[in-house]
């Protein structure tokens, strides 16, 4: 068993790509595109009009 948890510990890398990849393909999934666009929007929503 401590061998398959050195395995495991050695693949720390590949963990950590295939978890970036994988919130990376949620957050721009082309369904999410309108969230997206209101949140990038928050910080002007305080500014006043010119």
Avoid at 17 to 34: C, N
């Amino acid at each position: 068993m401590s061998d398959f948890y050195v395995w495991l510990r050695s693949l720390w890398l590949l963990w950590l790509v295939l978890l970036f990849v994988g919130v990376a393909v949620w957050i721009y999934w082309p369904r999410r595109r309108e969230q997206l666009e209101r949140h990038g929007q928050i910080p002007f929503k305080d500014e006043e009009e010119p």
